[in-house]
C-alpha cells in the first residue's frame, strides 16, 4: 500500500489512503538513495524521543509500571519479521496490481523501520557499544535502500526474481547481526528502566506515524491457569 500523511508533517501513514506526496528531508547521518525515504518530521517538531534514555547516570523518569513498558527488541523482531513475510509474498508474485500494491507496502515499513532505529537506536549504539557498530549498521541501511530502490524500478521486468532475493539477502544479513549481536550488546550496556524506556520511544514514533506496535504480552493469572490445569 502507498503511505499516507498523518497528522505530524511529513510522517508516512501506513493505515491511511495512499498518497503520492511524501515529504523527504536529507538527514546528514546516511545517504538517502531511495526516493520514497521519507523522514520522521515528529522527530524535528519538539518530540525528542531519545532524550530518556541517553541520560546516563541518573534515573529515568516514567509514568508507567514497568510491566506495560515496550521491550525494543519484541518491537524491532516483530518489524523484521513483518518485513520477511512481505519479501517473501514478493518472491511468489505476478506481475500486477498486487506486487504493486507489495513493493509500496514493504517500501513504506521498511523505510519506517531504517528511519527508528536510525533516530533512536543507533545514535546509544554510538555511545554505548561502539562508532564501528553503529557506521556498519548505518551502511548496510544504505545498501538496502538501494535495494529497495532497484525493486521498485524492476517490478514489471523479468529480472524482478532476483532483485527480491539480492534484497532479501541484504536484510536478511542485516537482521542476523542486529538480532544476535547489537542489540544484545546495547541491552547489556543500559539499566533496564533506559532500555525499556528506549522500546517506549520506539513505540511512541511508530504510533505517531500512524503504524501498529505489537501488544505488551500480558500475565496468565495464576487461578485461570489452575483452572485450565483443573
Not at 523505510?111 to 533512536?120: C, D, K, L, V
Not at 539480492?166 to 547489537?182: P, R, S, Y
Request: contains cysteine.
Amino acid at each position: 500500500m502507498s503511505p499516507g500523511v498523518s497528522q505530524y508533517s511529513g510522517v508516512p501513514h501506513a493505515c491511511s489512503e495512499p498518497s503520492s506526496e511524501l515529504v523527504s528531508v536529507p538527514n546528514e547521518s546516511v545517504e538517502r538513495n531511495h526516493p520514497n525515504a521519507t523522514v520522521w518530521s515528529v522527530f524535528d517538531e519538539g518530540m525528542d524521543v531519545r532524550e530518556p534514555v541517553r541520560r546516563r547516570g541518573g534515573a529515568v523518569p516514567t509514568t508507567r509500571k514497568q510491566d506495560a513498558m515496550n521491550d525494543p527488541s519484541r518491537i524491532l523482531k516483530a518489524d523484521h519479521r513483518e518485513v520477511e513475510k512481505l519479501m517473501k509474498q514478493l518472491g511468489e508474485s505476478d506481475e500486477g496490481d498486487k506486487r504493486n500494491a507489495l513493493v509500496e507496502e514493504l517500501t513504506t515499513k521498511l523505510t519506517a523501520h531504517m528511519e527508528i532505529e536510525e533516530r533512536i537506536v543507533y545514535p546509544l549504539v554510538t555511545e554505548l557499544v561502539g562508532a564501528e557498530d553503529e557506521e556498519e549498521a548505518e551502511i548496510e541501511h544504505g545498501l538496502v535502500r538501494k535495494a529497495l530502490s532497484q525493486l521498485g524500478e524492476m517490478r514489471d521486468k523479468p529480472g524482478f526474481g532476483a532483485a527480491v532475493e539480492m534484497l532479501a539477502g541484504g536484510v536478511g544479513h542485516h537482521v542476523e547481526e542486529e538480532e544476535t549481536e547489537l542489540l544484545p550488546e546495547l541491552k547489556d550496556a543500559m539499566t533496564r528502566d533506559e532500555w525499556l524506556s528506549m522500546g517506549d520511544d520506539i513505540a511512541k514514533a511508530k504510533r505517531a506515524a500512524g503504524m501498529k506496535v505489537p501488544r505488551t504480552p500480558g500475565r496468565r493469572s495464576s487461578k485461570r491457569s489452575s483452572a485450565k490445569k483443573g
